[in-house]
């Protein structure tokens, strides 16, 4: 398995400011996601982070409100911009052991745009 | 298209009882199958998965799941429920080498004591 950190673990924000995300992983890793978990709802994909290379994005997502960064194999951050009361949610990052294909998720940032 | 389909967005158990959470899929390809487990502000922990060979799989914490290809079926059980059982349970599909989940909508499981 792999342990991954995220940081904030929550945050309160105000509309119309930005929100850096961290997620760290304690081995080098091939593939990252973001996910985003809306008030009881299940996850939907936002973005695959790609080590040194613009992030592919999911229908309904795009870089200008959601850039993501991914400088190297065990890390990423996903900023969450120009923030409205909807983007209120738990954001995720994941991490994928290609050869077991397996799934491991951070512990996720939970996120109040007041 | 791939998707996930849970039945029932809450299931209560006794405790000791068996638990039985349902997911069906539909893909056009053989599937990649897992079930994660969401404790209250915790992220996702998995529990099983099933990729290929045997269809009856297990996993953490006594559960198991069996793939029924003819069925579409991916239904986790557990014979016996225990109150730290009681979470939110996903099913997911793989999206074959692109290694993206697409999630059910989740199933919350109470265990009465």
């Known amino acids: 398995s792999a342990v991954i950190s995220q940081k904030p673990s929550r945050d309160i924000c105000q509309r119309g400011t930005s929100l850096t995300i961290q997620c760290q992983v304690d081995s080098q890793v091939t593939m990252m996601f973001w996910y985003r978990q809306q008030p009881g709802q299940s996850l939907t994909l936002i973005a695959t982070?790609?080590?040194?290379?613009?992030?592919?994005?999911e229908s309904g997502f795009v870089i200008d409100k959601f850039p993501i960064s991914r400088p190297n194999l065990t890390f990423s951050t996903l900023t969450v911009s120009n923030m409205s009361p909807e983007d209120s949610s738990i954001y995720l990052c994941?991490?994928?052991?290609?050869?077991?294909?397996?799934?491991?998720f951070g512990p996720g940032t939970r996120l109040t745009v007041t | 298209a791939q998707s996930v389909t849970q039945l029932g967005s809450h299931v209560s158990v006794s405790e000791g009882a068996l638990v039985l959470l349902r997911c069906n899929y539909s893909s056009s390809v053989p599937p990649y199958l897992f079930w994660y487990v969401q404790y209250p502000n915790q992220g996702l922990q998995l529990l099983l998965k099933?990729?290929?060979?045997?269809?009856l799989v297990k996993g953490i914490n006594g559960f198991e799941a069996e793939f029924k290809k003819s069925e579409t079926s991916f239904h986790l059980t557990k014979p016996s429920a225990h109150m730290s059982d009681a979470a939110e349970y996903f099913c997911a599909v793989g999206m074959d080498s692109s290694y993206k989940l697409i999630f059910g909508s989740g199933t919350r499981l109470l265990v009465r004591p």
């Open positions: 994941s991490v994928v052991l290609a050869d077991a294909y397996e799934q491991y």
């Open positions: 099933y990729t290929t060979g045997a269809t």
């Open positions: 982070a790609n080590q040194g290379s613009e992030a592919t994005y």
